[in-house]
């Protein structure tokens, strides 16, 4: 990885116990935040939240 990037990602296995919260400011349609769940479950991250500060759009 570039060296900015470097070590961001080496001890994801430590966080796999942990509650994960995604944060978004404006839901829509809720697929982004479906998405990043279901890709965060996926790589074995069991315990996934959401918090939305708003709601828009038609849902």
């Known amino acids: 990885p570039p060296p900015s990037r470097r070590g961001c990602l080496e001890d994801l296995d430590s966080l796999k116990n942990k509650q994960i919260i995604l944060i978004d400011d404006v839901v829509a349609s809720g697929s982004t935040l479906d998405a990043a769940a279901k890709t965060l479950k996926f790589a074995g991250f069991q315990n996934v939240k959401a918090v939305v500060f708003a709601r ?4």
Request: proline share 0%; hydrophobic share 25%; charged share 25%.
């Open 56 to 59: 828009g759009g038609k849902v």
